[in-house]
């Protein structure tokens, strides 16, 4: 398959359907649903455009510029904004950034969110650096999920992908997450071909003698800069073929792994010591999953964005802080779902420049 090219990101109206954001779609007050009846329960807050790390995957070596403090919703906006998206029909909520643990009284922001009626399901991505002190303060406050980045255990490797990140205190996350009992714990592994393709097996092998599940995740151009290319680019077939040299694997179909996301599970054991691995792959370029997508983002600072590729263009925060009222916000929401996308087009078009922690991975 021929990869995206470097270039400017696409003006929103390419994006439209066919070329024309489609008028018609279904308005019931009490559920989300875009033109192709894809409906939405699931929102991804981003809490935060802050990082402490700098992934090679994820942003330029330099970092990007971030917002002014006061553009960023504070917990008030938050909460009001997911409660008016669970009265649509969310019921899963995932807190991810940049690196949620780096906004300032994250705890508490999931005690309110957790104490939503009708959030049945409050998790959060991290990279897992500040996890160790955090995980039963979290735990206690009601986040029920985690899924914890880690790309690698060569301690060395570790520092260079995320450009300053330390292996062991996510070691210490993972291990205090595990002690204080959440409903499930997740590695994510984003596959990088030259710099982590020979660290994945250790990754599984670590991931099953843990009895985690580990997700591995086909790199996605976004906020690509000179990384992004043919040498770091890894289709998810490879790494599955990798994967299942190793791993004698069937299609897990029990639903037993919790998340309804975009990770296709397999399930198996490895061929030589018997060890039960559970393992997702999710390819967004070559093997993408767009008729399933269930998800809505809300960006940093308010920004309600449809779909990963799409830029967005509806601040909920102006509106919010303008006064709009309920039924305002409501009928903007679902203007904006009308618009949503049939599908991303990496695999054709343009990659974005935006990072994926100024987005809301
Ligand atoms: N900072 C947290 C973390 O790293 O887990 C949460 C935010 S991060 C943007 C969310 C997820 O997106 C992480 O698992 C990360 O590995 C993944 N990610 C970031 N950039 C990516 C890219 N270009 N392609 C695929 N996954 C990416
Ligand atoms: Fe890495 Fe997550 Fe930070 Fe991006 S937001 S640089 S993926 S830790």
Same mark, same amino acid.
């Given at each position: ?114 104490? $939503? *009626? ?16 955090? !995980? ?125 996301? *975009? ?18 792959? $999710? ?16 960006? *940093? ?36 779902? !009308? ?18 922690? !100024?987005?809301?991975?």
């Amino acid at each position: 398959m021929s990869l995206p090219s470097r270039c400017a990101e696409r003006p929103a109206s390419s994006l439209a359907i066919g070329g024309a954001v489609r008028p018609e779609i279904l308005r019931n007050p009490f559920q989300l649903v875009d033109l192709q009846r894809r409906q939405v329960e699931y929102l991804r807050l981003s809490v935060t455009d802050r990082c402490n790390y700098r992934c090679s995957y994820c942003m330029p070596a330099e970092g990007v510029d971030v917002v002014p403090r006061a553009d960023l919703l504070d917990f008030d906006e938050m909460v009001t904004l997911t409660r008016l998206f669970v009265q649509l029909g969310v019921r899963r909520v995932r807190l991810t950034g940049g690196e949620p643990l780096v906004r300032r009284g994250i705890v508490d922001l999931v005690r309110q969110l957790a104490a $939503i *009626p009708g959030v049945d399901d409050l998790a959060m991505t991290t990279n897992g650096h500040l996890l160790a002190n955090l !995980a039963e303060p979290l735990r206690e406050a009601g986040l029920q999920r985690l899924n914890i980045s880690i790309d690698t255990l060569d301690p060395r490797k570790f520092a260079e992908v995320s450009r300053g990140g330390a292996l062991q205190p996510v070691l210490d996350g993972i291990a205090a997450a595990q002690r204080v009992g959440f409903a499930s714990i997740k590695l994510n592994a984003v596959t990088l071909k030259g710099l982590n393709d020979d660290a994945l097996l250790p990754l599984c092998d670590f991931a099953a003698r843990e009895n985690l599940v580990l997700r591995l995740i086909e790199y996605m151009p976004i906020g690509v800069d000179a990384f992004w290319g043919p040498e770091t680019w890894l289709p998810v077939a490879e790494t599955r073929a990798q994967v299942m040299a190793a791993y004698a694997l069937e299609p897990d179909e029990s639903g037993e792994i919790p998340g309804g996301g *975009p990770a296709r599970y397999w399930r198996g054991r490895h061929r030589q010591t018997g060890q039960e691995l559970r393992v997702g792959f $999710i390819s967004a370029v070559s093997e993408k999953f767009c008729e399933a997508c269930n998800r809505v983002r809300l960006s *940093p600072t308010g920004t309600l964005r449809e779909c990963l590729s799409a830029r967005g263009s509806l601040s909920l925060r102006d509106l919010l802080r303008s006064g709009a009222t309920e039924a305002a916000l409501t009928e903007a929401i679902h203007d904006a779902m !009308a618009g949503k996308v049939e599908g991303h087009n990496y695999d054709a078009a343009v990659p974005t420049l935006e990072s994926m922690s !100024a987005i809301g991975g």
